[in-house]
């Protein structure tokens, strides 16, 4: 079955393909390289296009026997989505109108969407299961939120099946080392570190020290890129056998401090890491932890990679050889 993966020259998007390579999958991959990078291109047809264009995206429907979609394209920084709400809601959601718009002409009824744990907002219980009220405190989040609903919508209407899934922190790097994380800026918080490690970011800075955790820094639940792949994949089949929409959490169910993330980096490098410690950040909550049960009923998902160890050792080699840097 061809598959159309917008986004997959991005950080989860080029794992994913990979991913679907190995299954058999055939892969097109459409994205405009606004953030995704050539290195991460490792198989499948690539189209050079904007979502935002509407013409690209309906010709590689029309000329191609597309069976599902994929769709990672999206403006992804939280801080800069409060600076410029505009361009994040202009961007995430044209683009991913335009997309469905195709799909609907094309017959295409078939989508995995890239939401994230951001449609939470601020938790009122951990883990967070996805029946937790859904409140965005951030445009970015708001996006997702929106998209996931246009989605249920177009069911209603269209009878368009979909599977958002809700990542937490993606995070290391594909243990092969064909691939890892390159965004520009770097402002997630493991490459952000092992980054400064390297001379290539000036400082390290860490936000929040007087959270209510029990060290004081805000804990997070980190997945690994490779699991999260892993996600799509199971979540692509079961929805082409099992035509019912869902949300779906993917993060570990563990949770780690920043000081936790530190230490283990120290660990795995041999390398102090000296931080300056700074305010906390618009926004920031205390702790985002995920229930994955639901994934590990209807996917059969279970991650295999995400312990902190290997998701900072995966990035950790693929940082101090990854091209371009
Ligand atoms: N990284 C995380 O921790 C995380 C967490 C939750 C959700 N997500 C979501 O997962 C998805 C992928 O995240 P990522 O970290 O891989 O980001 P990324 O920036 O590495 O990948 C996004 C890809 O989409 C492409 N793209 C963006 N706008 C486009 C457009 N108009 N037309 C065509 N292509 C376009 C970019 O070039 C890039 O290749 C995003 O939707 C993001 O919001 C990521």
Redesign the pocket.
Known sequence: MKVLV??????????TVKALLREGYEVIV????????EE?LIGGEVIR?????KGPIRRAFRSRDIGAVL??????QVGESYLNPQRYYT??LS?SLNLLEAMLEAGVKTII??????VYGIPKETPITESHPLSPINP?GY??LFVERILQDYEKAYGLKHIS???????GADPDGDLG???EPET?LIPSILLFLLGKKESFELYGTDFPTPDGTAVRDY?H?TDLAEAHVFALRRLLKTPESEAINLGASRGYSVLEVISKVEEVTGQKVRFMARPQRLGDVPILLASKEKAEKKLGWRPRFSELETIIGTAWKWHRKAPGR
């Open positions: 917008c986004g997959g020259a991005g950080y989860i998007g080029s794992h459409f994205d405009d390289f606004s953030s995704g990078r991460l296009a904007d979502l935002d264009d769709h990672f394209a999206s403006l992804t961007h995430n683009t969407f890239s939401s994230s744990a951001a970015y996006t997702k899934l809700r990542y937490f922190n993606a995070a994380e390159m965004h997630h997945v890129v």
